[in-house]
């Protein structure tokens, strides 16, 4: 098998553009597993760990990039303040060692539905930059996830960034699993409000084909909320809101968890993470 | 004196080999260094049942490095079939083109390198007549029957005493359920390794092996060569649980490949091998009924099981072989059943038969207990049995009663404030459970060399396992209490049939069988330096009479007169005696008068996140009576890794098979869940035990499998204390719950 190790991004999109088949690399921590159960046989690697324009992070008017290969670690680390959300969702991904060379454009490259990034991504309305050497274009999240493990990437396209906008009010992100750490979601969710549009933002991860938003949800509690009085939470907005969660799930039963649980569980999720956002929004 | 002497039986030391552990220069079977070993790897099948039609290796044969590729039409014959369970199964590897599981392996490929090797695997075509696969349990049990063969003559089937079907018609009280066990994997963090090699008709065999001497018969039986000409190395060991108690295929041909390639031969089992291929725990549906009288007298009890078995296999899981110990009960029957399903022979695993069986009928007295209204360990001491309810004899040592009072002492069991259901913490619902596991106590002979030389150190030498538990530890300890010397001036050297033959490490037979090997020889290494000196009147206990010496820190001395005495070296040394040396043989009794047991008590507080119904363990006292305890410190770790390991079986694990083809679809540790640090609340273990000679001369049971008991139970009547659900099948899932 051959391995390519480009040291700039240009080479890297050019090796990618000549050898389609060649599969990207970061952390690995998707790539090795599928090698190692026989589950894919790429003809090469394309490791971009040594690309320096893809590592770190930056802020431009509020919106942070996040490079491709900037670990879960590094996220939790540098960006727990102004991405709570997508912090809150990295805290939970794996171990330390997989969180230590993960990253979120391998979960976004990777395309399960059961990815920890997809919810805060898409309750924050992030955007995905990708490259290739025909140039560049930037996607909304949620028109980059097309079904299970398929995504909008073309073959010679490589992520390039994330682009997240600072968090503009509270954010929660909360996960059910079979155990209590290195646990493949059974369900997800991300909530994300802004205070200054009044407006919300959600996702659900392990719901449906491909991660979603709950937009009926989203619409009925920017509308419903009590943002100028800053009540607290009425029990019917909360129960309702979790309804409409539920209602935008389409799961599926696996060893994980059956439909039903699923449904039921992330109606809960609901209702307790706008619960946590709200108080937090009212004692703001 | 520099130092105060401490009795080393009992003391916390640290594990004689944890530096080596901690710093990865210990040695485990794949680790063991081989010269030109040439790599073996098996190509599974695709499918659980049926035939193999074709198999075409010439691709494979072809490829670069490979040496030779065996299937069943090329492979040597095998020369004797060995006796089950220690070979696990009656069907030999590569014998014939049938297929009975999913992953069974149809050829073997050996190249110079393990790359190689798994490439020519996948080059390797099967052309496969397919069968009618009995995916599950429950596809089967319709067809349910009595086992025959080797494992029921092991485990008998059936056991009665009294009239209990004419008891229970008459009982006032009574209880009838069923429950449900998964098919659970020992799990081990080593998956086995082999490697063989030979020297003409000399086989030597590294391998992951929790019994070298019973696996050496094994093999030399499989090859028709005397047991001498095998010589079975273990290392240390990643975790057994009962998976390498058993021999599998991959030992007997990871030697054939040598043989046939003429070099040594390394197999090491993928992890995907460890599930599918070496045994686990079957799937079991269990109906248990209770008879009682109003004041919670038991008057009978009924236990009939049934598990998935291995289309090659009648392997009972002797889930009711503990039944007729557990209470005084005068009417009692309890049969046995298997049913064929396609999934690989089923092994032992921690704690065979006990956890299933007791999950069942300590779930059914809690049962038996909310029904008449009474507190459910106060039902477990009305039926508490003072001596062996089967046999009448008397047990060598049970302190139950002790392990009830004290675990709920430091538990705060308290019973009848809350109604099943009412428990409150915030959104969690939580609940309090108890249940009483035993486990009947086997003994093996064994033999141990120990040795002081004149240099003041000591040497035990004894074919026993390290298989994570702190055998040589522990052994290293009562040698150095029966020689009289610190335990850090003794080394062992263990697993390997050049050495005096040890009990297995399975079976909890280590600390009673073993153990007593090494202090009966211990001791005799003692007493003969202590007859040297009062003979020698060169001594300064010259004279003295036998029982009045002492051994402490290496120098003999007078209990009445601790300032007369000299140190083995002195003594060693001036009779130009380079090292003493003797054997101790600990021989079983054949025909015994007492009863041996071990003993637990468990009580456990369960919280459950009311709308998730997610169920947490959030404390777990269990109490143990392994009579004396030989380590403070390897013993807890052993106990509440067995606690831990029986909360995962009772709460996440379970090898899902496909509901078609029966094919599993979690082998696999992202799918199938051990408990992480972040499930484990409070888990405490305590020891009640005391020194019982009675058991074994050494004075101490075993614990390793004593420990898995009685938890599954305890967590399920927790649960239905906290929820007012009864959940009768484990693993106690969020969607059982809700
Ligand atoms: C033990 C273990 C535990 C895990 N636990 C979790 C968990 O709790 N939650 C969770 O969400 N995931 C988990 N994962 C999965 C994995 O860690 C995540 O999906 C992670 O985000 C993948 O990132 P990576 O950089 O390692 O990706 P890689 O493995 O390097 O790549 C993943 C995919 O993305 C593609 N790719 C990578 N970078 C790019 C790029 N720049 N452009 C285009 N395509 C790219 C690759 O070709 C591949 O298809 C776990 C994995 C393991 C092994």
Redesign the pocket.
Known sequence: MEFYRPTSWREALEIRAAQPDA????????????LNFDRARPAAL?D?TGVPE?TGWSEREGQIQIG??M??TAIIAELADRLPCLALAAR????P??RN????????????P????HPPLLATGAKVHLESVRGSRELSIDQFYLGVKRTA?EPD????SIEVPAARGPQQFAKI?TRNA????VCSFAIALDAGSRTVGTGLGSAAPTPRQATDAQDFLAEALPWADRDPLAEELANRFGELVAAAAVPIDDVRGSARYRRHALAVLARRTLGWAWEEYRCA | MTRSWVEPIGANINRVEALAKVTGRAVYTADVPAQGAAHAVQVPSQISAGRVRRIDTREAERATGVLAVLTHQNVPRWRGQPAIPYYAESRLPLSDDRIHFGNQCLALVIADTLHQAEYAASLVLVDYQLGQPVPNLDAARADAYPPTGPYPDRFPTEHRRGDAVAALRSAPVRVDREYRTATISHAPMEPSSTLASWDGDQLTLHDSSQGVFAHREAVATAFGLPVESVRLISSLIGGGFGNKSYTWGHTLLAALAARVVRRPVRLTLNRKEVFTGTGHMPAMIQRVRLGARRDGTLTAITHDTVNATSPTDDRNEPAIQSTPALYAVPNLAARAQVAKVNIGTSGAMRTPGDTPGQFAVECAMDELAYELGMDPLELRRKNYAERHPQSGKPFSGKRLLRCYEVGAAEFGWSWGEAEPGTLRDGNDLVGYGMASGIRAEHSAPAAARVEISSDGTAEVRTGTQEIGGGTLTTMVQVAASGLGVSPDRVSIKAGDTDLPQGAPTFGSMTSGSTGSAVHLGARRVRVAAIRLAIRDTQSPLHGAEEDAVDVRDGRLLLRADPSRGETYVDLLDRHGIGALRRVGEYQPEEESAVERATFGAHFVEVRIDRQLSRVRVARHVGVFDCGRVLNEKTATNQARGGMIFAMGGALMEQLVPDPVSGRLITPAL?DYHVPVHADIGDVRALFVGEHEPEAHPVGAKGLGEICSIGIAPAIANAVFHATGKRVRELPITPEKLL
């Open positions: 599969l990207p690399i970061t952390g690995g921590t998707d790539v090795m597993v599928e394309l971009l893809i491709a290969s670990s879960y939970t991904v794996g171990s060692q997989i060379r993960g990253t979120a454009a391998g979960n976004l490259g990777a395309g399960s059961a990815g920890d990034s990437l396209e490589l992520i390039r699993g290195m646990v493949i979601a | 992202t």
